[in-house]
């Protein structure tokens, strides 16, 4: 015993991307950075996710000045992102070129720790932005898409792990979006890669509070071997956010485990995003308590109150629980994807056109490609009559191979198409953000010499739509809500799906 388990902080990202929209804007940041910076954290994840479309979209943020100032303010800390692999930060996959580019340029503007996932565990879409990682020389984690279905299994996780680590991940993470880590899966998966991989294989645990019983998970994923928990300071904590630090730490009192952290920079923490939250209070989550049915829906939290109040509003929450119902068959239907950016989005608004037009009437463009295979494979088999469906739907066959090699050579033509915006900066940071939202970025370029906007106190929250949200590439951004109208007879629904 005695070990000391590290931890990352989540609060300058997910923390507040859970809670408040991702709406916080670098202002309220940046006062308390040198506190965070000589808390003692083994990492600070301050990038990636949803916070780079939430800089262009909503704040008037150059997203690459955020991180060039997080380096500035943060000299002592891994700065750390999450990154979803071959889709970067945008929605759609990017070729290989523009994979190795964007890598490079986080790596040069101050990126230290690239956490890559894949939102269906498809590790042929981990693989490229990993060697481009170590090319840098920077932390290359290999990262497992948590969930629950009738054919995951411990075994399965840890077979995953093998491979991230046989591709040259220096650290594993368990990626828990919708609070479905139980304690006894914890232990069970954390022991079987120290088992599988070598005792001395990092392995980061990453939860959501959602459901209220993921501290114990953590406990039980340290007992197991845990290197890293992620935990998020306790002024921007719980509900669909993630675990307290300050929880955490006195967790550990008397059990032989410590933390490196300094109780009393964490109070500092604590008081500033205290001072800072009610600013955000109209992006503030619906859900403030525990929401154990997750378990059994598999819907993660902000989904399940996004869906709820829309469908109230239209009049047509009678059928929520037919939603609710209907998650879990498109999932199946689907080959048991996990729930998380962008499968969450695309299987759950597919479950509402379900529910309100008839089973599989309608048929979004992004589910399509999921039957299809083009946003890569699953682990279950997919139902044969919706691929038919989708094959009719898209007018394309389904495809086997790795989705990336279907692109062809698109940086040259990117480029051309950013420079001749007006105030694109010709940078290859501005063709890397006209590369991901290319609808959203002439507006930011435009706008961007008027400085960044705080959005907090904004008297009504923003809500995107379906032609402002659009990136051109007949697919949405996942930052920001995905407004549908739906017309049955003569009433129109409005519905809208949050990302997760």
């Known amino acids: 015993m005695g070990r000391t388990v590290d931890v990352t902080e989540l609060v300058l990202r997910d923390g507040h991307q859970s809670l408040l929209a991702t709406r916080m804007a670098l202002e309220d940041m940046v006062p308390i950075c040198e506190d965070i910076d000589a808390a ?13 479309d939430s800089c262009i979209r909503f704040l008037n943020e150059d997203p690459w000045e955020r991180l060039r100032e997080f380096r500035r303010l943060m000299p002592n800390s891994r700065l750390q992102m999450l990154l979803r692999g071959q889709n970067l930060l945008g929605y759609r996959h990017y070729e290989d070129a523009v994979v190795d580019r964007f890598v490079e340029k986080s790596a040069e503007n101050g990126m230290d720790v690239f956490r890559v996932f894949d939102a269906l565990n498809d590790v042929r879409n981990i693989k490229r932005a990993m060697e481009a990682v170590r090319r840098t020389g920077k932390h290359a984690q290999g990262t497992i898409c948590y969930t629950v279905s009738p054919l995951h299994s411990v075994a399965d996780f840890v077979d995953m792990a093998e491979q991230l680590c046989e591709m040259g991940a220096e650290s594993i993470c368990i990626k828990d979006m919708a609070a479905l880590l139980k304690p006894q899966p914890a232990y069970d998966i954390v022991k079987g890669i120290k088992e599988r991989c070598g005792a001395d294989t990092r392995v980061h645990v990453h939860v959501h509070s959602t459901t209220g019983v993921t501290l114990v998970s953590l406990m039980k994923a340290i007992e197991a071997g845990a290197d890293v928990v992620d935990t998020s300071i306790s002024s921007l904590s719980l509900g669909p956010g993630h675990n307290p630090t300050e929880s955490l730490v006195e967790m550990l009192e008397g059990t032989g485990y410590k933390t490196r952290l300094d109780k009393d920079r964490l109070l500092r923490i604590k008081d500033h995003f205290a001072t800072v939250r009610p600013k955000y209070a109209a992006f503030e989550s619906n859900i403030v308590g525990v929401e154990t049915e997750i378990f059994d829906s598999q819907i993660p939290g902000g989904m399940i109150s996004n869906m709820e109040s829309q469908l109230r509003q239209q009049d047509a929450g009678d059928r929520l629980r037919e939603v609710y119902a209907e998650v879990p068959r498109v999932r199946q239907d689907a080959g048991y994807p996990p729930l998380v950016t962008p499968s969450s989005q695309i299987v759950g608004t597919q479950a509402v056109f379900n529910v309100l037009m008839g089973k599989y009437k309608v048929m979004t463009g992004e589910f399509a490609d999921l039957m299809l295979g083009y946003y890569g494979a699953t682990l279950g088999e997919r139902d044969p009559n919706v691929i038919a469906r989708a094959i009719e739907h898209a007018k394309k066959e389904p495809i086997t191979c790795r989705p990336a090699d279907t692109l062809t050579s698109e940086w040259d033509n990117l480029r051309s198409q950013a420079i001749a915006l007006d105030g694109c900066n010709g940078t290859d940071e501005d063709v890397l953000t006209y590369a991901m939202f290319p609808q959203v970025a002439p507006g930011f370029f435009g706008t961007r010499a008027e400085g960044p906007k705080n959005v907090g106190a904004s008297p009504v929250a923003t809500t995107g739509s379906a032609s402002a949200a659009s990136n051109g590439t007949g ?17 129109t629904h409005k519905v809208t799906v949050t990302p997760a």
């Open 475 to 491: 697919k949405q951004p996942v930052s920001s809500p995905v407004v549908y109208d739906i017309a049955i007879g003569e009433k």
């Open 40 to 52: 003692g954290y083994w990492s600070v994840e301050c990038w990636g996710g949803a916070t780079y």
